[in-house]
T-cell receptor, first 112, second 122 residues
Framework: KQEVTQIPAALSVPEGENLVLNCSFTDSAIYNLQWFRQDPGKGLTSLLL?????REQTSGRLNASLDKSSGRSTLYIAASQPGDSATYLCAAGGDRDDKIIFGKGTRLHILP | SAVISQKPSRDICQRGTSLTIQCQVD?????MFWYRQQPGQSLTLIATANQGSEATYESGFVIDKFPISRPNLTFSTLTVSNMSPEDSSIYLC???????????????????FGEGSRLTVL
């Protein structure tokens, strides 16, 4: 059974710093991995989708990488801004059962 | 990318009543899902909404409590029946965009979410 873990659960960094959020999964048989942002009380906004055949995806200040063999994905945020404060979730799409499993998220706070 | 509209965005309900949440997608999606997110928790899948047939429920969720309809490819409803305070959550509708042709599962679609419906049961 796939398990997705995100560490740390919460993170505070000063504005302007670069930071990395981590996502690990126990079953490497995934067809994609997706990163989302969630603001308090709101729905999820898709940030980046990495297919299993890809190593990374970039969008603006965001870069997501995928290493299936080690069961890890990272989300890199460059030059962080207070508007980046939110909860970031990753989700792995399972190749064996087509189930999409979510991590519990990392709550990010950018200090002005 | 798909845009998913969900309503109501929030509601306060009395114990024992039922509430229906509507979800409309602006483009075709292959699959639609309903999730629940309890305070401070991650997402829990309630069911997969199947077009024209009964939804597929996850363990712990039953049709009598969470009846779901999907009459066409772009619309679905979730009803939370006979509500209790334990049902207070954010309910999220999501849609999976079609896979890219010729790439099999490696071209699997992207998951999109509505804004969520925040439900408080008194």
């Amino acid at each position: 059974k796939q398990e997705v873990t995100q560490i740390p659960a919460a993170l505070s960094v000063p504005e302007g710093e670069n930071l990395v959020l981590n996502c690990s999964f126990t079953d490497s048989a995934i067809y994609n991995l997706q990163w989302f942002r969630q603001d308090p009380g709101k729905g999820l906004t898709s940030l980046l989708l990495i297919q299993s055949s890809q190593r990374e995806q970039t969008s603006g200040r965001l870069n997501a990488s995928l290493d299936k063999s080690s069961g890890r994905s990272t989300l890199y945020i460059a030059a962080s801004q207070p508007g980046d404060s939110a909860t970031y979730l990753c989700a792995a799409g399972g190749d064996r059962d087509d189930k999409i499993i979510f991590g519990k998220g990392t709550r990010l706070h950018i200090l002005p | 990318s798909a845009v998913i509209s969900q309503k109501p965005s929030r509601d306060i309900c009395q114990r024992g009543t039922s509430l229906t949440i509507q979800c409309q997608v602006d483009s075709q999606v292959t699959m639609m899902f309903w999730y629940r997110q309890q305070p401070g928790q991650s997402l829990t899948l309630i069911a997969t909404a199947n077009q024209g047939s009964e939804a597929t429920y996850e363990s712990g969720f039953v049709i009598d409590k969470f009846p779901i309809s999907r009459p066409n490819l772009t619309f679905s409803t979730l009803t939370v029946s006979n509500m209790s305070p334990e049902d207070s959550s954010i309910y999220l509708c999501s849609g999976l965009s079609p896979r890219k042709l010729g790439q099999g599962k490696s071209g699997a679609g992207e998951l999109f979410f509505g804004e969520g419906s925040r439900l408080t049961v008194l």
